[in-house]
């Protein structure tokens, strides 16, 4: 297994961030891993848990790595950068962990450019929990990692990070920026946004019939609301930066809501029964 970096500094060390450099050491990298947070207590954390080797909550510490990840909300990408750049060596490559790319891809390109190479990168990995103490083992293997190269990508830079994530089990695949936006709108940022949702819903019914509807759940409200559970801040931002392909989700999604409503309100059998057919055989081709 051949590492091409010798410093790994990952700004902000939250489960992703974290989960990132616990699954660096448990894969044999032979090099240091450092981290910068401004919340003291995950740098603390990372330490104690042997995931990181040295943290900091000054961005100075960037300055001996030739990898610099990162892994905070989307909505902070540009304060983050601009509070790097002074730090960033001749040579240093850097890459993220965010869910949306599109336009934001271009926009760290610009802010570094004549600085370092910038790979935009995407796991396809998670859990509803947050903070670095909540970092799981192998988290990526044989999941999917989204690199999303453009016109002005670094080939050299691009090689080493989709590298890295090979390294680490990770199913590496090339997508366009803003169809990656597309796509994840759909299958990842719709979703969250529908689980929020339904918990909002079924506190307002609680609160129509003065019930404690939450007392009566079952595993399959659990289970489907799970990722309500998520960092509000990290959703909240990627709702923000993706907006419009958020909404034209969205609208999709009512379509097949007021379709159920036409159905039931209706009470046709037959179409019922044919509309959640349909939607279980697609279900059913989720690897």
């Known amino acids: 297994m051949e590492w091409e970096f010798n410093e790994i500094c990952i700004v902000g060390l939250g489960l992703i961030g974290g989960s990132f450099a616990l ?18 207590e995950a740098v603390e954390k990372g330490i104690e848990l042997k995931i990181i080797d040295k943290g900091s909550l000054k961005y100075s510490i960037v300055s001996s790595a030739d990898l610099v ?19 960033i060596k ?17 926009t760290c390109e610009e802010l570094l450019k004549g600085v ?28 999917k990692f989204v690199v999303t190269p453009t016109e002005n990508t670094d080939r050299d830079a691009l090689e080493k990070v989709k590298n890295l994530w090979r390294n680490l089990g990770s199913e590496v695949i090339e997508m366009e920026p803003f169809y990656h936006d597309k796509v994840f709108a759909a299958v ?10 339904i918990v909002s819903a079924i506190d307002e019914l609680s609160e129509d019939l003065k019930t404690n509807l939450f007392d009566y759940t079952g595993g399959g409200f659990r289970d489907f609301t799970r990722i ?3 960092d509000p801040v990290m959703w909240r ?4 930066e993706n907006s419009e392909n958020i909404l034209r989700s969205i609208e999709s999604f009512k379509r097949a809501i007021e379709e159920v409503e036409r159905l039931i309100r209706a009470k046709d059998k037959e179409k019922l029964k044919e509309f959640f057919e349909k939607a279980r055989e697609k279900r059913s081709l989720v690897k």
């Open 23 to 40: 699954n660096l050491k448990l894969k044999g990298f032979p090099g240091k891993i450092t981290a910068v947070d401004i919340n003291p």
């Open 69 to 87: 990840v990162i892994a905070t909300p989307v909505g902070v990408y540009k304060n983050v950068i601009e509070n790097l750049k002074p730090y």
């Open 90 to 106: 001749e040579g240093t490559v850097v890459t993220d962990l965010g869910s949306v790319k599109g336009k934001l891809v271009y």
């Open 116 to 143: 370092a190479p910038f790979v935009g990168g995407h796991p396809i990995a998670g859990t509803e929990k947050s903070g670095v103490e909540n970092a799981v083992e192998n988290l990526f293997v044989n999941a």
């Open 188 to 197: 990842s940022h719709l979703p969250h946004v529908v689980a929020y949702s």
């Open 228 to 230: 309500a559970m998520s």
């Open 237 to 240: 931002d990627i709702c923000i």
